[in-house]
Antibody, heavy 117, light 111 residues
Framework: QVQLVQSGAEVKRPGASVKVSCKASGYSFTTYAISWVRQTPGQGLEWMGWMSAYNGDTNYAQRFQGRVTMTTDTSTSTAYLELRGLRSDDTAIYYC??????????WGQGTLVTVSS | QSALTQPPSASGSPGQSVTISCTGTSSDVGGYNYVSWYQQHPGKAPKLIIYEVSKRPSGVPDRFSGSKSGNTASLTVSGLQAEDEADYYCGSYAGINNLRVFGGGTKLTVL
């Protein structure tokens, strides 16, 4: 069965960076893309960007450009999200999702990133 | 501020039907047939329940249906059940630059 398993919770200081991993199993990793979506406490979903696991193409939401990098390691079927210059309002649950034709059909369990001094 | 507008709450009694709207623009909802709906229970990850406006993934009950008219998409839940109580989010393709946008979410309460 399709599974996306994310890395554990992180606590970071303002200005630091965080790297979240998302290990996929149960399907051909390079056939799909990976989306990253975050959810701030008690708020809605925010699309951060997308990366093709087939050819490495990326597309980042404008508000994160310059601060975010998405990568994949096809040898381990793992996707990564790195967010730099963390601020308190980056405190959120970060989700990875398998994406095909603009729909996210399987989601990871989420990774809580807390930014606090 | 979310790109797509949803009512913050909706409610209905068991067995009734409820419809949740999702309003965008001609650059997203109105311009493409790539509207999705997601169900999220507290403490859980979102789950895809509708894609491409009206298609249901395997395993999603046919009580869930989607439609679109102009710049507004809608999710209808028929025959409400207690387990349908959750947050519902719409999402849409928004073109090659913005790519994807979500609504602010609607909390569905089963009375």
């Amino acid at each position: 069965q399709v599974q996306l398993v994310q890395s554990g919770a992180e606590v970071k200081r303002p200005g630091a960076s965080v790297k979240v991993s998302c290990k996929a199993s149960g399907y051909s990793f390079t056939t799909y893309a990976i989306s990253w979506v975050r959810q701030t406490p008690g708020q809605g979903l925010e699309w951060m960007g997308w990366m093709s696991a087939y050819n490495g193409d990326t597309n980042y939401a404008q508000r994160f450009q310059g601060r975010v990098t998405m990568t994949t390691d096809t040898s381990t079927s793992t996707a990564y999200l790195e967010l730099r210059g963390l601020r308190s309002d980056d405190t959120a649950i970060y989700y990875c999702a398998r994406e095909l034709e603009f729909k996210d059909d399987y989601w990871g369990q989420g990774t809580l990133v807390t930014v606090s001094s | 501020q979310s790109a797509l507008t949803q009512p913050p709450s909706a409610s209905g009694s068991p067995g009734q039907s409820v419809t949740i709207s999702c309003t965008g623009t001609s650059s997203d909802v109105g311009g493409y047939n790539y509207v999705s709906w997601y169900q999220q229970h507290p403490g859980k990850a979102p789950k895809l329940i509708i894609y491409e406006v009206s298609k249901r993934p395997s395993g999603v009950p046919d009580r869930f249906s989607g439609s679109k008219s102009g710049n507004t998409a809608s999710l209808t839940v028929s025959g409400l059940q207690a387990e349908d109580e959750a947050d519902y989010y719409c999402g849409s393709y928004a073109g090659i630059n913005n790519l994807r946008v979500f609504g602010g979410g609607t909390k569905l309460t089963v009375l």
